[in-house]
C-alpha cells in the first residue's frame, strides 16, 4: 500500500528522480508519517491555461487520489508586480476561469487560495522582509527563472520573487512542495533557509519538493508563453483550433528528441509523456498509421517514444491522435463556457487590456480573439 501511495506521489515527476525529489528519504518518512499531509503548487494567473500548466493539474488530482491535501495558489500579487493585469481583474480571473478549469480537469477537492488573501498581511510582510536580509542578492538571482536572469536589467521585484515563493510554503503549511524542474533552484533555497534558526513569525520547517517535468513550446525553440498563443493550445481553445496548432506544432522524426541537456523538445510527444500516457492511465493506445497501414498498440509512454524514434509511427498519426485526445479531453471545459460565458469573461478582459499595453502583437490578437468567439461572441471588440 505504501509503494502504491509513493508510486502516485511520484507519477509525472522529472527524471532523474533521485535529482528531483528534495529528497527522497524525507518524502518517504512524510509519508509513512501518518499525519495529514497539504502539497500546493503556485500559479501566476496572468493568461489563459494551457497544457503546460494541465500537467501539474494533473499533478494535485494525483496527490488527491494518494490522500494528501492539494492547494492551488494564484499568486495574483506576483501578476500585479509583473504588470500584467488590474488587481481586481486579475482577482475575477481567479475566482472564475482558474476555478473552474482547476475543478474539472483536476478535482473539486483542490483548495484555490489567492495569494493577496495573506501576502498583504503584517506578518507576512515582515518575515519577508526579516528573510530578505539573510539571503545575498547574487543568491537570490541564482534562484530567479532563467528568463529573469537572463534580462540585461532585472528588475528588484524578481529577485524578491523567490523570497516569496519560499515564504509561501510555511504560509500554507504545505509539506510536499510542487513545481517544474526550473523551480528547483528556488526550493533549493527554501530549504536552505529554513535550515537556519530564524526568528519567523511563521512555523518554521524544512519542505520537501518534487519536480516535474517542463513541456516545450508547440514551436521550435519557444517556450509555452500566455503572450505567444500559437507556442500553446489553451484548455478553452475551440476543436479546429486544436487541430490547427497540433498540424503546425514542431514534430520532427528521428533518434533526436532531446537536447543537449535532456530535455525533450518535441511537443507532441509532450502531450504523450505528461497527459495522455500519464502514469499508464490508459491500459492500452492504438494508433492507426496512414504510412504503412495497420495500428500500433502501446501501453507506456516510453514505449510509444521508442516505437516513433526507430520510425515506427509517422508524426502525422502521432498529431492525429493527440488533437482527437485534446478535443474530447478539454470538452468538459468548452461545454462549461458555453453554458456560463460569464466564467471566461474575466479572462478577455485581462487579455483585451494587455493587447491595449501592446503585449499582444496583431497576429497573436487575432488567435485570442478566435479562442474566444464560440463564448463571447458579439461582445467581443477588435
Not at 494564484?74 to 476561469?97: F, S, W
Not at 516569496?164 to 528556488?186: F, H
Not at 515506427?312 to 468538459?332: G, N, R, V
Amino acid at each position: 500500500m505504501q509503494m502504491d501511495r509513493l508510486s502516485l506521489v511520484l507519477r509525472g515527476v522529472a527524471e532523474p528522480i533521485e535529482e528531483n525529489v528534495m529528497t527522497m528519504n524525507e518524502l518517504r518518512e512524510l509519508l509513512s508519517s501518518g499525519r495529514k499531509l497539504t502539497t500546493y503548487v503556485g500559479y501566476e494567473p496572468s493568461g489563459p491555461i494551457h497544457l503546460g500548466a494541465v500537467s501539474t493539474i494533473i499533478k494535485l488530482a494525483e496527490m488527491i487520489e494518494a490522500g494528501i491535501d492539494a492547494i492551488a495558489l494564484m499568486a495574483d500579487v506576483h501578476a500585479v508586480l509583473n504588470r500584467k493585469g488590474p488587481e481586481d481583474v486579475i482577482r475575477r480571473l481567479c475566482e472564475t476561469y482558474y476555478k473552474e478549469v482547476f475543478h474539472i480537469i483536476g478535482s473539486p477537492q483542490i483548495k484555490i487560495v489567492i495569494g493577496s488573501d495573506y501576502q498583504l498581511s503584517q506578518d507576512y510582510v515582515m518575515d519577508l522582509l526579516y528573510i530578505s536580509t539573510k539571503v545575498t542578492s547574487r543568491r537570490s538571482w541564482r534562484a530567479m527563472s532563467i528568463i529573469a536572469r537572463e534580462s540585461r536589467n532585472p528588475y528588484v521585484s524578481q529577485m524578491i520573487y523567490p523570497l516569496m515563493q519560499a515564504l509561501d510554503i510555511l504560509y500554507l503549511g504545505v509539506d510536499i512542495a510542487i513545481g517544474g524542474t526550473d523551480q528547483r533552484k528556488i526550493h533549493a533555497l527554501a530549504r536552505e533557509i529554513f535550515s537556519k534558526n530564524l526568528d519567523l513569525k511563521v512555523r518554521r520547517y524544512i519542505p520537501v519538493a518534487i519536480h516535474t517535468e517542463i513541456s516545450p513550446g508547440l514551436l521550435e525553440g519557444e517556450k509555452m508563453s500566455k503572450s505567444k498563443p500559437q507556442t500553446h493550445i489553451a484548455v478553452h481553445d475551440p476543436p479546429d483550433m486544436i487541430k490547427e496548432k497540433i498540424k503546425a506544432a514542431f514534430c520532427p522524426p528521428g533518434r533526436n528528441q532531446y537536447d543537449e541537456e535532456g530535455n525533450l523538445i518535441n511537443p507532441v510527444l509532450s502531450i504523450y509523456r505528461d497527459i495522455i500516457l500519464r502514469g499508464n492511465r490508459k491500459a492500452e493506445l492504438k494508433l492507426s498509421r496512414k504510412a504503412g497501414g495497420g495500428t500500433v498498440e502501446v501501453s507506456s509512454y516510453k514505449e510509444l517514444e521508442r516505437l516513433y524514434m526507430d520510425g515506427m509511427i509517422h508524426p502525422a498519426d502521432l498529431k492525429e491522435f493527440a488533437s482527437d485526445f485534446l478535443i474530447e479531453f478539454l470538452e468538459p471545459i468548452r461545454d462549461k463556457f458555453e453554458s456560463d460565458p460569464d466564467l471566461i469573461k474575466p479572462l478577455y478582459e485581462l487579455q483585451k487590456w494587455q493587447r491595449e499595453e501592446g503585449i499582444f502583437g496583431d497576429q497573436e490578437w487575432k488567435i485570442v480573439l478566435s479562442s474566444m468567439r464560440p463564448y463571447l461572441g458579439d461582445k467581443l471588440t477588435e
